[in-house]
C-alpha cells in the first residue's frame, strides 16, 4: 500500500512563495505518474498539474501555468511542487496523488489516479 505525505503548506502573503513536498513510502515511486489537485471551501478538487514517471513530460492546469512548478525526485521518493506569485484564490489544501498506470490524457482528473494524500493545508493573505 502507497503512502503519500504532503508537507510544506502554510499562511503566507500574495505575491509571496510556498514549495510542497510529498513523500511516497511503500510503493514503487520512480514507475508512478504523479499529480497535484487543490480543494477549496464549497469548492470541487482541482487539477494543479501532473509529471511523468521520468520527469519528461509535465502537464499543468492554466490558471498555474507559469507560476507553479512540479518536480520530483525519484531516488528520494518526493515529489514536489513550487508555488510562486501566490494569489489569495490559490487558497486550498492541496493534495498529492500516485497514478500507477501510463501517462493518459485523463491525467488531469481525480479518476486518473489510485493514490492520495492526505493534503497540507495553503493559505494566502491579501
Known amino acids: 500500500q502507497v503512502q503519500l505525505v504532503e508537507s510544506g503548506g502554510g499562511l503566507v502573503q500574495a505575491g509571496g512563495s510556498l514549495s510542497l513536498s510529498c513523500a511516497a513510502s511503500?510503493?514503487?515511486?520512480?514507475?508512478?505518474?504523479m499529480g497535484w489537485f487543490r480543494q477549496a471551501p464549497g469548492k470541487e478538487r482541482e487539477f494543479v498539474a501532473a509529471?511523468?514517471?521520468?520527469?519528461?513530460?509535465?502537464h499543468y492546469a492554466v490558471p498555474m501555468k507559469g507560476r507553479f512548478t512540479i518536480s520530483r525526485d525519484n531516488p528520494k521518493n518526493t515529489l514536489y511542487l513550487q508555488l510562486n506569485s501566490l494569489k489569495p484564490e490559490d487558497t486550498a489544501v492541496y493534495s498529492c496523488?500516485?497514478?500507477?498506470?501510463?501517462?493518459?490524457?485523463?491525467?488531469?482528473?481525480?479518476?486518473?489516479?489510485?493514490?492520495w494524500g492526505q493534503g497540507t493545508q495553503v493559505t494566502i493573505s491579501s
Open positions: 496523488a500516485a497514478r500507477r498506470g501510463p501517462w493518459t490524457f485523463t491525467i488531469w482528473t481525480p479518476q486518473a489516479y489510485d493514490y
Open positions: 509529471i511523468s514517471w521520468s520527469a519528461t513530460v509535465t
Open positions: 511503500g510503493g514503487s515511486f520512480s514507475t508512478y505518474n
